[in-house]
C-alpha cells in the first residue's frame, strides 16, 4: 500500500522559511520521480518541483532561486526547502509519486498523493 506522509508545514512572515517533508512507503521509492505541487484556494494545484530517479530537478519558475527539491533514496524521503517565502506561495502543499524514472511538471502525470501539509505565509 502506497502511503505519502507530509510533514513541515505551518505559519511564517513573508522573507521566512520552512523545510517540508514527505515520508513514502508501499513501493520502490527511488525507481520513482517524486514532486511537490500546491493549491490554493479557488486555483488549481500547480506544479511546484519534481525531481527524477538520478536527482535531475524541474523547478517552477515562480519559485525558481527559492525553493530546492531534494531526496534521501536511504530515507525514503522528499524534501522541499522553502526559502525567502512570500504571501503567494501560501497554498496547501502535497507531495506526489509517479510510476516512471522521469518528471513532469503537471500533476496529471501523477499516480499518488498525499494528504498534503498546509503553508501559509503572512506580509
Known amino acids: 500500500q502506497v502511503n505519502l506522509v507530509e510533514s513541515g508545514g505551518g505559519s511564517v512572515q513573508a522573507g521566512g522559511s520552512l523545510r517540508l517533508s514527505c515520508a513514502a512507503s508501499?513501493?520502490?521509492?527511488?525507481?520513482?520521480?517524486m514532486g511537490w505541487f500546491r493549491q490554493a484556494p479557488g486555483k488549481e494545484r500547480e506544479g511546484v518541483a519534481v525531481?527524477?530517479?538520478?536527482?535531475?530537478?524541474l523547478v517552477a519558475s515562480s519559485v525558481k532561486g527559492r525553493f530546492t527539491i531534494s531526496r534521501d533514496n536511504g530515507k525514503n524521503t522528499l524534501y522541499l526547502q522553502m526559502n525567502s517565502l512570500k504571501p503567494e506561495d501560501t497554498a496547501m502543499y502535497y507531495c506526489?509519486?509517479?510510476?516512471?524514472?522521469?518528471?513532469?511538471?503537471?500533476?496529471?502525470?501523477?499516480?499518488?498523493w498525499g494528504q498534503g501539509t498546509q503553508v501559509t505565509v503572512s506580509s
Open positions: 525531481i527524477d530517479v538520478k536527482g535531475g530537478t
Open positions: 508501499g513501493f520502490t521509492y527511488s525507481s520513482y520521480c
Open positions: 506526489a509519486a509517479r510510476r516512471a524514472s522521469y518528471c513532469y511538471l503537471y500533476a496529471d502525470a501523477y499516480n499518488y
